[in-house]
């Protein structure tokens, strides 16, 4: 099948195997290797992007279902190499080790100041409860949410 | 016994230069690339024309292989290509194998040949244009099996009548040693009180990375070398079982990695699945990817061991003093040996825990099981160990009537006799157990405790604290690995870095280390800075591991605690001969100035007094590099300098099981606060307090990164995480539904705290770090033991405990009771 998306403000049109996974046309196709893959069941959430302004697992959709979409990936983020106050914060709290949660952990944060720009306590933790991190143990990335938060 | 003891290595001088870099919590060079996204992780690599690899695994936990059919998948459009064991068996020598005899007769390929032996288990593979392909085409593959019956408990195991994995072996044994140090018979004689344990259960479970392994492998047939873009983190360990088997040299296996998504030990033993990509690229004659799905990674990666400790007998004074124990450890390795059978001297490295108890009789068993094959995780055997020690004290306290922290005050280790050896020989560096113990006791508010137990009874809640106390040995000599096997050939250590200055005076630094989230590239670039009297910022860390580079020796990699130790060492010792060698230069081209008047500041080489009369590194790396006519015949200066650190170490006296397992002891005492609901047995941690102290710390914020993390993940395994089988050897969390890490919600509120006792056997004072060995499964095991204590008194004998063990534990005490007996002696 045919589909078009747009991804952090680029127009693809690529031809698609109806049943590949977004993730996978992302990654493989349009080669935006910034999003990862920890699971293939929808619980860890190093996937997760934003489609048409909402936070999706993009393991848990097919290619084909965003066709028409707007996409923004963590290669979106920064603008030509400056890091966004979230990028920046997670940096000076150490809240990430090994990155490869991060991109789908940025996301999310990011829709979460998006909806919230102060957000307390709970909410952030709430609107991470669907990344899993295995290194840092959350407790730094909350206080990144926290110090980006407004 | 002989009472000769070890030779502790000689303190090392420290000789600090004038530390800037060093200590600070300097932004991490890795973080920009990896918060844009822009990190290359294995499955990020791709190559023209490459094929998809897809495992046709074992639905059965014991089966013979009757027959395979792989004709209707090789049919499709598409499909590039499979190999099957019996290939590999052609193709391959079996895997060396590290054990003496009956362990030793395992007959290990990279792919299942005859017969299969745990759920998942890989039989056949298949390479496609797409993944999707390869996964489609694998369920055409038809393979017949004879059911066989599985055995899956290794108490079960060790019966007679027992299904036998390996027929070679005889039985399920695949290795057993006796230790035993000090004078047991005294030991016991002269105690008060014998308590002794029935059995405890260390159980299953791994640190899950959240990348799953991988490789991207390129054959050149020209050369007959084979690329591996892989997460491997112990690229040594993988050439020397591979290249054997492969009957090929070391230089035809070029390991090449850049970031990895998590280690924590589970990505050293992916040799077998490295073999069948090599195989493969070569006999497709295109490159080859294989990514690991999550459920491939939970059937069939690197377990972490599961343990028994069987009639257990600790011989105690009455006021609390430990004198020793002799116990029984019952290992199950899962259906291979990959890295084992080491974690049955591994553990030895801590042989008495953080304790002075000088008799100990440890026999040691290792069977095999038709589950996944065991491989080293975070806190590898000694995490094992270390809990059992910690599970004796908080049993001998409570059933001697005794306070736990005054127990383990007692008997800890003293910072006055440090460096201490331990029974077996082992040094214990540096410590200071009961400041730290202190620290954490004050971070949870200890002397609250009555009136905070009182208070959550009031609101129906059993509040218990907990104590878990351990070691972080790093650096490991490897000639510890002769206490298994004295055939062996392994000893000591080693690690490599180059520095150099290159043409536009570049500093470049190169690592043979593979880092997995650690900060290499910042903590090297620190060390440098520093020697060089330059910015941190115009280092540069080469990313990742190339064994092109010949910047690697055969322990390169990172694993097992020492990047602190044995990686930084290595940059420190080839940027100080970088330095030396830019004072040469400087003296040749400042006019003759003696070398010891020369000093290096603000990235140029410059006359002390004279600071005026300075040459920039830029010139001195273009002199060298590219402009070079008339320079002194005897100036023997390259500015590419190559160090290889070797810890100081002896082999051990394989007779005694007696030596230095381990350069360094980093040490972390945790505290945790719980609170139980008796009705449902549900619990929460309500408070929680990580110590740690490795030494001089390069950078505190990463440090505290390692402890949060080794805190978290051993939360995890307390409370949640276990590889449970069924009777048949189905695994029951196959997947991150069934097998529950910690999430966001989970975490309980955490204090760290820390202090610093230098290692005086270390060129910068550090020790390496991260492993944790596993304190927060002490400490949640000790919380929950002492809220049961009036409750039952039931105590903790396994250290996974979710809430329905929590429940039982409260509704039937009079079984785990059963567990403990305490006689006059």
Redesign the interface.
């Known amino acids: 099948m045919d589909i078009t998306v747009t991804v952090n403000g680029v127009e693809y049109e690529r031809e698609v195997?109806a049943?590949?996974l977004l993730i996978?046309f992302v990654?493989?196709d349009l080669?935006?290797?910034?999003?990862?893959?920890?699971?293939?069941?929808g619980?860890?959430g190093?996937c997760t992007m934003i489609v048409n302004g909402q936070l999706v697992k993009s393991c848990m959709l097919l290619a084909v279902q965003a066709d028409g979409a707007t996409i923004e990936?963590?290669?979106g983020?920064?603008e030509d190499?400056e890091?966004t106050a979230l990028?920046?914060a997670?940096?000076?709290h150490?809240a990430?080790?090994?990155?490869?949660?991060?991109?789908g952990m940025?996301m999310s944060a990011t829709a979460l100041l998006r909806a919230s720009p102060s957000p307390s306590d709970e909410q952030?933790?709430?609107a991470?409860?669907?990344?899993?991190?295995?290194?840092?143990?959350?407790?730094?990335?909350?206080e990144a949410v926290r110090a980006a938060a407004k | 016994m002989s009472n000769s003891t070890t030779i502790a290595p000689d303190p090392v001088e420290i000789l600090a230069p004038a530390k800037h870099w060093q200590g600070q919590s300097v932004p991490r060079k890795e973080d920009k690339r990896l918060t844009q996204g822009q990190g290359v992780f294995v499955d990020d690599v791709k190559r023209h024309g490459m094929g998809y690899i897809h495992f046709v695994r074992s639905p059965y936990a014991h089966a013979n292989i009757v027959s395979i059919n792989k004709s209707k998948a090789e049919e499709i459009k598409g499909v590039y290509g499979t190999l099957t064991g019996e290939e590999v068996a052609s193709l391959t020598d079996p895997f060396f194998q590290l054990s003496t005899p009956p362990g030793a007769y395992l007959e290990d390929y990279a792919l299942a040949v005859g017969k299969v032996r745990y759920v998942g288990e890989a039989v056949v593979a298949v390479v496609a244009e797409t993944r999707e392909l390869a996964r489609d085409a694998s369920e055409l593959v038809e393979v017949e099996y004879e059911p066989l019956d599985a055995v899956v408990d290794a108490r079960v195991a060790q019966e007679a009548n027992a299904p036998v994995l390996h027929e070679k072996s005889g039985s399920n044994l695949m290795w057993e040693g006796i230790y035993e140090w000090g004078d047991l018979d005294a030991a016991f004689a002269e105690a008060d009180r014998i308590v002794k344990i029935k059995e405890l259960h260390f159980h299953r479970f791994n640190s899950t990375p959240l990348e799953c392994d991988g490789a991207l492998v390129e054959y050149n047939r020209g050369t007959g070398q084979w690329t591996i873009h892989t997460n491997n983190q112990f690229p040594g360990f993988a050439q020397i079982m591979m290249g054997p088997a492969m009957r090929t040299g070391l230089d035809k296996l070029r390991f090449v990695t850049q970031d990895i998504g998590g280690g924590f030990g589970n990505k050293i033993t992916s040799h077998p699945q490295l073999v069948v990509c090599c195989l493969l690229s070569r006999k497709l004659n295109r490159p080859v990817q294989w990514t690991e799905w999550r459920t491939d990674f939970h059937l069939s990666m690197s377990h972490g061991n599961e343990r028994w400790f069987q009639d257990t007998e600790v011989a105690v004074e009455s006021d609390g003093t430990l004198l020793g124990f002799r116990t029984k450890a019952l290992d199950d390795a899962g259906a291979w040996l990959r890295y084992e059978p080491l974690g049955g001297v591994i553990w030895a490295q801590v042989t008495p825990g953080v304790y002075k108890w000088r008799n100990i009789r440890l026999e040691f068993t290792q069977v095999a099981t038709n589950k996944a094959p065991c491989s080293p995780n975070r806190g590898y055997s000694r995490m094992q160990h270390l809990w059992f020690t910690e599970r004796v004290i908080d049993i001998v306290a409570h059933e001697l009537g005794l306070d736990p922290v005054e127990v383990r005050k007692r008997n800890y280790v003293k910072t006055e006799d440090m460096p201490y050896e331990t029974p077996n020989g082992c040094v214990y560096d540096s410590g200071d157990y009961a400041q730290m113990l202190d620290v954490a006791l004050e971070l949870i508010g200890w002397n609250d405790t009555a009136r905070k137990k009182e208070e959550a009874a009031a609101r129906g809640k059993l509040l218990g604290v907990g104590i878990g106390s351990t070691l972080d040995s790093g650096t490991n000599n490897f000639g510890q690995s002769r206490l298994i096997n004295p055939e062996l050939q392994f000893s000591g250590n080693n690690e490599v870095a180059t520095v150099k200055l290159d043409i536009f005076g570049e500093i470049v630094v190169t690592l043979g280390t593979t880092p997995q989230g650690q900060g290499h590239e910042t903590t090297a670039a620190q060390v440098v800075a520093d020697i060089l009297g330059c910015s941190f910022d115009d280092v540069h860390v080469r990313a990742g591991h190339d064994s092109y580079w010949n910047s690697h020796a055969g322990f390169s990699g990172t694993y097992a605690s020492q990047f602190a130790v044995t990686g930084l060492s290595a940059v420190k010792g080839a940027t100080e001969m970088l330095a030396e060698q830019i004072k040469r230069l400087g003296s040749v081209i400042l006019g003759g100035v003696p070398v010891d008047a020369l000093e290096l500041a603000d990235g140029f080489v410059r006359i002390k007094d004279n600071p005026e009369a300075a040459l920039p590194f830029m010139a001195c790396g273009a002199i060298i590099n590219a402009n070079n006519a008339g320079l002194p015949e005897d100036l023997d200066v390259t500015l590419n300098c190559r160090y290889v650190y070797r810890p100081p170490f002896q082999v051990p006296d394989v007779e005694r099981k007696f030596g230095n397992l381990t350069l360094t002891y980093a040490a972390q005492i945790h505290a945790a606060v719980v609170e139980i609901d008796p009705e449902t047995g549900h619990y929460e941690i309500v408070d929680y307090a990580a110590v740690d102290d490795c030494g001089i710390r390069i950078h505190p914020q990463i440090v505290e990164g390692q402890v949060m993390g080794a805190t978290a993940q051993a939360l995890g395994a307390a409370m949640h995480e276990s590889f449970e089988y069924d009777d048949d050897g189905n695994l029951l969390t196959p997947n991150f539904y069934d097998y529950h890490v910690p999430h966001a919600m989970d975490m309980p509120p955490l204090q760290t705290g820390y202090i610093e006792s230098p290692s005086p056997f270390t060129p910068l004072g550090t020790k390496g770090m991260g492993e944790g060995g596993g304190a927060g499964i002490h400490a949640v095991c000790a919380a929950l033991q002492d809220a049961l204590r009036g409750h039952g008194d039931a105590i903790v004998y396994d250290s996974w405990n979710p809430y329905k063990r929590v429940w039982e534990l409260l509704q039937h005490p009079e079984r785990a009771r059963a567990l403990v007996e305490v006689v006059d002696a």
């Open positions: 195997e049943r590949k996978h990654r493989d080669d935006l290797t910034g999003s990862h893959i920890g699971c293939d069941t619980n860890c190093a990936t963590v290669e983020l920064a190499g890091l990028q920046q997670f940096s000076d150490h990430l080790q090994c990155g490869y949660c991060t991109p940025l952030i933790r709430k991470l409860q669907g990344n899993i991190c295995r290194c840092t143990g959350y407790w730094n990335i909350f």
